[in-house]
């Protein structure tokens, strides 16, 4: 399957940090990445480390992934925005993947609100509406089993779902920007939430009648991990009382 990403490509602000916003680079993207510090968040931020491990996930399992390049984020005002994302599509288009997924949080007046969304194209777009509706049911279904909120599915018009040419799923995870406990959830399981994403992604592929690719082989990183992870178990245990 071949599969193109776009975390939130603006800075809106993230419920942990505390800001209203982050405009202090805008259209300035190096300078964001490059004064950034670990204490700083905000949408843009936790969206591109949800993506990043959604890839790395994705392509452990033989998937090809394709992001969005980082050069289409921070654009303002709106119309340089609305282009940004369309020379981000176009680019991600040329790849022709089977499905399109836009990552983003949202935002309310009540900071108590809690909820994800998968959103699907209007039904105008036909067969490609449809099988984006089926795509963001596996998604909702495979993330409740890791979310304690609740989750839905709509009709959303979008420009990344408008035009992405396979199945497309405007993704919400939760109200970070506005609520402490969604965005927690965002930060502290990065990796359970990508793997969530993924299991949803593969079971809408195999709905659609589709195979699974085989495994990737293990990368360097993965196999010095399992390494570590076998070395522990080999461990004496009567160190701790020695």
Excluded: F
Aim: with cysteine.
């Amino acid at each position: 399957m071949k599969i193109s990403i776009r975390p939130a490509p603006h800075s809106n602000r993230c419920a942990l940090d505390g800001r209203k916003s982050c405009d202090l680079y805008q259209n300035h993207q190096e300078k964001c990445a490059e004064k950034c510090t670990e204490t700083m968040c905000c949408e843009m931020k936790h969206c591109w480390l949800i993506g990043e491990a959604l890839e790395k996930e994705l392509t452990r399992r033989g998937h090809t992934v394709y992001m969005a390049d980082k050069k289409y984020r921070k654009s303002w005002p709106s119309s340089k925005a609305t282009e940004s994302t369309r020379s981000a599509m176009k680019e991600l288009n040329a790849h022709d993947p089977d499905l399109h997924l836009a990552i983003h949080t949202n935002a309310n007046n009540s900071t108590s609100v809690r909820g994800v969304q998968a959103m699907y194209p209007p039904k105008k777009y036909g067969e490609r509406s449809e099988k984006s509706k089926r795509l963001c049911s596996a998604i909702a279904e495979a993330i409740g089993k890791i979310y304690d909120s609740r989750i839905s599915t709509r009709e959303y018009s979008a420009i990344e779902t408008s035009s992405c040419l396979g199945a497309g799923c405007y993704l919400e995870l939760g109200y970070g920007n506005t609520n402490v406990e969604d965005a927690k959830w965002v930060h502290e399981h990065p990796r359970e939430i990508a793997c969530a994403i993924a299991d949803g992604m593969e079971a809408w592929w195999q709905q659609e009648g589709k195979l699974l690719p085989p495994p990737a082989a293990p990368s360097l990183e993965d196999r010095v991990a399992a390494l570590e992870a076998w070395r522990k178990t080999m461990e004496d245990p009567r160190k701790e009382t020695l």
